[in-house]
């Protein structure tokens, strides 16, 4: 084959040059290469079962490209997101060609390992990345030309990348093409495997591209809501992620779901032509499975909307009911990135509230030191969204933030969905063998929430595992070394359990390095702040804003549920009030409106008689038995009416489901 030139652009030249640089800070050596060892066989085989989903859904992309490309001197691979080869194909004379620069599955190929190349430079700058013969900063690897693409998942996190690597002579522009196309392959399966219950839109604004590569494709839940998107759609609609994810599909295509469902009843209907809010047009074709989207579902599904309605970029309780998902709980799915439009860091938790700014401010004290970090609050006051938060800014951000609740696993399943199982420790569906949340958290962030539920019996060997920085799962004979921050979250007090000898002290100061409490809601001052950023979350374009009479209500309520709550009761008014409309006291939920007025009349103040919304005229008498006692009660009867649905109890009560799982494990009351 006759070598082509390299298309030269200043934006390559640019980015070729910040590699370099970064090389050069790294003190990289160009002739020596860096230090960095091949991966020994169990550190691979660790990495492999981390990304057995990658690797499935990557295999036969991977078999595909090669076939393109074979007898051309050069190799598929495929790594993680820490850039370790995970799977590599190709011409056997090139294979050990390759192996002598360590190409080759167990080696790392980050920047910080390889100097610049294709694979640790898009893993850096996040796009398809092409790296020819002496643009690597390594001299031994200038032989190669590299072609690589991030794979990212629906929410936009890398899982890692897809690489064609040759003979520099060998170079062909269309590699790059290939590659970009092949990893788009797998982002697509991959978006179709997580929502494979989902009604899943494939567009693009000429019909006849609908089912290529190029097509947009968003899935959406039974109540209209965007779950996800691949990369076509964002590229397509021209929003991030986590503004589609804060649409629904009317509020985006201005379509109701039970009508587009009842459209494309019959299989062979035609593209629908739909019109985004910004003019721009496309043509839509749904895929959905049958049997799960029947009437009834939908029907069930609006009326939950209508308490419960969009949703938005911090994660929703119907985010968590997702990732709750048997498919989520696969043990080989790679926990996700946190990517900056995810979730937010910590100077995004800053809204002028002193209590909040002296936590951020001793959280970046510690930050980065292996000092672990205690959240202590109510229900509600976002210590799992400052977990996300400490992640999200740490150096670990680009590693896995993996959040295991103690108190909604039973006890009898903690210790394998933590430690994890080697095969043959269990019969029936576990017999397989499962990677722990430890392990699945490595070189990341393990968020151990409610972690005063943690069964006394258990406490002693967590404390082991983070004593020694080694797992070892159960039924298994080799421990497997772990490197991860910890971040601990309890409403609990833990002195007191220390003293009723049902939490370990020891345990107590492995993860107390440093205590920190968020404030309720009530003693907070920056009420007006948090309200206004939810409100631009929940509804970006055309924000509604709150009528006076809302304003004093909101002032007045003493807010048990704290910012989840806020966060629910202003979900519920977007919707009611409608885009860029004042949100009223009818626009807000009965109950609330109920309890914030008592509030008001406890106060001696009172709404003026037009503002009062109709539910102000009932009367409540206090009730005969202990208010906690009849929460529980009425959390019970909930779970019961939801058929046991833990997340659709929660949700519909507006508590989290730790408060629901409380209330069910409380039979005293
Ligand atoms: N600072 C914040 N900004 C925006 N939303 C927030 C913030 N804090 C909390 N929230 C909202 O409140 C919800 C609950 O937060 P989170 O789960 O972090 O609370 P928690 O204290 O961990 O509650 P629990 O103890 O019940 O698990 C979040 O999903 C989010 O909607």
């Known amino acids: ?72 001197q050069s190799m598929v ?34 920047e910080a390992a390889q100097g610049t190349n294709a694979i640790g430079t898009a893993l850096i700058e996040e796009v398809p990345t092409l790296i020819h013969a002496d643009e690597h900063y390594v001299r031994s690897n200038r032989f190669l030309t590299c072609s690589a693409a991030p794979i990212l998942d629906p929410r936009g996190n890398i899982l890692g990348v897809l690489d064609v690597s040759g003979d520099q002579r060998g170079y062909h522009q269309h590699t790059m093409a290939l590659v970009k196309m092949s990893a788009r392959m797998i982002e697509n399966h991959w978006l179709a495997d997580d929502h494979r219950q989902a009604l899943r839109l494939h567009f693009h604004p000429r019909p006849e591209f609908i089912g290529t590569l190029v097509e947009g494709i968003v899935a959406v839940s039974p109540d209209g809501r965007i779950l996800g998107a691949n990369r076509g759609a964002l590229e397509l609609t021209g929003l991030s992620g986590a503004a589609l994810r804060a649409h629904t599909l009317s509020t985006l295509m ?50 939950e909307r209508s308490a419960d309605a969009t949703s938005s970029a911090l994660p929703t309780p119907l985010d968590r009911a997702d990732l709750d998902s048997p498919v989520a709980d696969l043990p080989s799915r790679p926990a996700p990135r946190t990517a900056p439009s995810q979730a937010p860091g910590l100077q995004a938790l800053h809204s002028g509230d002193p ?22 609050g109510e229900t509600g006051t976002g210590k799992e969204v400052f977990a996300r938060a400490i992640h999200q800014d740490s150096r670990r951000a680009r590693q896995p933030f993996v959040a295991v609740n103690c108190a909604s696993i039973p006890e009898t399943l903690i210790e394998a969905e933590l430690f994890g199982y080697e095969e ?4 029936g569906a576990r017999r397989r063998g499962a990677v722990g949340k430890i392990v699945q958290a490595h070189g990341g962030t393990l968020f151990l929430d409610e972690i005063g539920d943690m069964p006394l019996s258990l406490q ?32 609990r007090n833990l002195r007191e359990m220390i003293q009723a000898q049902t939490f370990r002290e020891d345990l107590y100061y492995r993860l107390n390095g440093l205590a920190l409490k968020l404030p309720p809601l009530r003693e907070r001052s920056d009420l007006p702040t948090l309200v206004e950023r939810l409100l631009g979350q929940l ?74 919304p109709q539910i102000a005229s009932s009367g409540i008498t206090p009730p005969s038995v202990p208010l906690h006692a009849l929460a529980h009660q ?34 005293s009351d």
Not at 465 to 490: F, H, N
């Open 355 to 376: 209590q909040i700014a002296t936590v951020v401010d001793k959280i970046r004290r510690v930050m980065d030191r292996d000092i672990p970090i205690l959240l202590l």
């Open 1 to 72: 084959m006759t070598p082509l030139s390299v298309a030269a652009s200043p934006a390559r030249a640019s980015l070729i040059a910040n590699s370099h640089l970064r090389c050069e800070a790294l003190g990289i050596d160009p002739v020596r290469g860096a230090d960095e060892a091949l991966a020994g066989r169990p550190e691979l085989a660790l990495a492999l079962q981390r990304n057995e989903r990658l690797c499935s859904h990557a295999a036969p992309v991977m078999e595909m490209l090669f076939e393109q490309i074979v007898d051309s």
């Open 254 to 303: 201005g379509v109701e779901i039970g009508a587009l469902v009842d459209r494309f009843r019959h299989p062979l209907g035609q593209p629908l032509a739909v019109t985004l809010p910004d003019g721009r047009r496309f043509h839509l074709q749904p895929r959905f499975n049958w049997p799960v989207w029947t009437a009834s579902s939908l029907a069930s599904a609006a009326t």
């Open 77 to 110: 691979l495929l790594t993680d997101a820490a850039g370790t080869v995970l799977h590599a194909i190709g011409d056997s004379a090139f294979l050990s060609r390759a192996a002598r620069v360590t190409l080759q599955p167990g080696a790392n190929w980050s």
């Open 539 to 612: 509804a970006p374009e055309n924000t509604p804003r709150l009528s006076g009479p809302v304003r004093r209500l909101f002032q007045h309520c003493s807010w048990p549920g704290n910012v989840r709550q806020l966060h629910n009761v202003l979900r519920t008014a977007c919707v009611m009030a409608g885009p860029g409309q004042e949100v009223l006291p009818e626009h807000l939920p009965d109950d609330f409106v109920e309890e914030a007025r008592q509030a008001m009349q406890a106060a001696g103040q009172r709404l003026i008689a037009a503002e009062e």
């Open 460 to 491: 002693a060997h967590l404390l082991r595992v983070l004593q020694e920085r080694q797992v070892m799962p159960l039924g298994g004979s080799r421990s497997i070394p772990v490197d991860v921050s910890v971040v601990c979250a309890t409403h």
């Open 634 to 667: 009425t959390i019970r009867q909930a779970v019961a009416q939801c058929d046991g649905n833990i997340s659709l109890a929660a949700r519909r009560l507006g508590v989290s489901r730790n408060t629901v799982y409380r209330a069910l494990r409380n039979t």
């Open 424 to 427: 043959g420790a269990f019969t």
